[in-house]
């Protein structure tokens, strides 16, 4: 009978030869040759790593790459987008702290402000962020922070960035910028006056819609140091395999946006055209209300996401999509596919039927992400569904 010893030994050496793919390391804990190098990682005079939760190569690898992309000098990956603003309030805001935030922010992000944080006894006040009037008169005597999209979901308005940065700054709050949608290609929330840009890497960063992620970036040591802490004792940080999957997404990154930038500007002005379309919402047109607001932050990178009304109810909104066969009808974005996705019905289900129509959200309204098709085959797509209704 053959018997194995059960130890591990070393690793296999690989000679003179390196990987040109970053290693996936699911290793959970990490080898030293002793005490006092371990000493030595834990108060940063050494390299390395000890246990996964605390951080792993190819947690470090990704943050570093969306840091520069951010131009953030310290960046932080954690389990998903909403680990990654949790952690981020958790490590601006304390019981007895106000924050203003923006009032068409991510579902769970509202819900993290109105049913989570109150029981840490934080509270927060929504106001609309394309007026900057409206986010002043929010602040109050025990405001901290503000917290903004800059481009709303799935209204696509677009926030009054460079008012609330002036806003942030005078009156000595800090400035939490969620920017998913709009991205480091469109917009970079630090360079523009921010204190914290967030984002669900989950969307466009990662790009294939199989690793869920976030990140923290900030240009503050101390603010970086109390958020990483706080990831780590909370039990925030993500996993190897997805961030292994985020970085080789992000590889492409930038040539994936482009394209569906491009292909989402054409489909807006297909859709705009056709008969049964009510309204179109892109930034990049010139009759979005924010247009000249979006051209002065986003230049030409107008992104990826067109949303439009095509009216009526919801058996016509259930007819389009099953004309459009060829689409996923699917909650989320950013994917290399294109994804269509219905607010009442997700994102927006909690809300009242007359707390949609104030938003402007009826039955008929879809959000597109545009993803790398076939650009004339894509719009095809949409206007053989809308001549079928
Ligand atoms: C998806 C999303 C989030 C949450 O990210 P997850 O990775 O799903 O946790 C936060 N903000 C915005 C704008 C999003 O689109």
Redesign the pocket.
């Known amino acids: 009978m053959s018997r194995t010893s059960g130890l591990r030994g070393a690793p296999a050496s690989m000679g003179h030869s390196a990987p040109l793919v970053p290693p996936l390391q699911p290793s959970v804990v990490y080898t030293t040759d002793g005490p006092d190098t371990l000493d030595r990682i834990y108060e940063g005079g050494a390299d390395g790593f000890s246990y996964s939760r605390e951080g792993h190569p190819n947690a470090q690898s990704l943050a570093r790459r969306i840091a520069d992309l951010e131009g953030a000098a310290h960046g932080l990956v954690t389990g998903?987008?909403?680990?990654a603003?949790a952690v981020a309030l958790l490590g601006v805001l304390k019981a007895g702290d106000h924050i203003v935030a923006g009032n068409q922010l991510?579902g769970?992000?509202l819900r993290l402000l109105t049913e989570n944080l109150p029981a840490l006894g934080i509270t927060s006040t929504q106001a609309d962020p394309t007026d900057a009037d409206a986010m002043a008169r929010a602040i109050g005597p025990e405001t901290r922070a503000i917290l903004v999209?800059v481009v709303s979901?799935p209204t696509i308005r677009v926030a009054d960035m460079e008012a609330i940065a002036a806003l942030a700054g005078d009156r000595g709050l800090c400035l939490i910028v969620?920017n998913?949608?709009t991205t480091p290609r469109a917009y970079r929330p630090l360079a523009a006056g921010a204190d914290i840009v967030i984002h669900?890497v989950?969307?466009l960063l990662a790009g294939h819609s199989d690793a869920?992620?976030?990140f923290v970036g900030t240009g503050d040591a101390a603010l970086a140091e109390r958020i990483d802490t706080g990831a780590q004792t909370w039990g925030l940080t993500a996993s190897p395999f997805d961030c292994w999957l985020a970085e080789r997404g992000l590889l492409t990154f930038e040539v994936r946006y482009d394209r569906g930038a491009a292909t989402a500007a054409a489909l807006a002005d297909a859709l705009a055209a056709h008969g049964a379309v009510e309204r179109v919402l892109y930034p990049g047109r010139p009759d979005h209300p924010d247009a000249a607001r979006a051209r002065t932050l986003f230049g030409p990178a107008q992104g990826n996401m067109v949303s439009f009304d095509l009216g009526g109810d919801r058996g016509r909104a259930q007819a389009f999509v099953t004309a459009a066969r060829d689409i996923a009808f699917a909650p989320t974005?950013g994917d290399v596919a294109t994804t269509l996705s219905h607010a009442a019905s997700s994102s927006h289900r909690g809300l009242s039927v007359e707390g949609r129509a104030a938003l402007g959200i009826g039955e008929g309204f879809f959000r597109v992400s545009v993803g790398l098709e076939d650009g004339e085959t894509l719009i095809d797509a949409f206007i053989n569904a809308l001549n079928a209704l």
């Open positions: 998903s987008g909403m680990s603003t991510y769970r992000t999209e979901n969620d998913t949608f669900s989950t969307k869920l992620l976030g974005l």
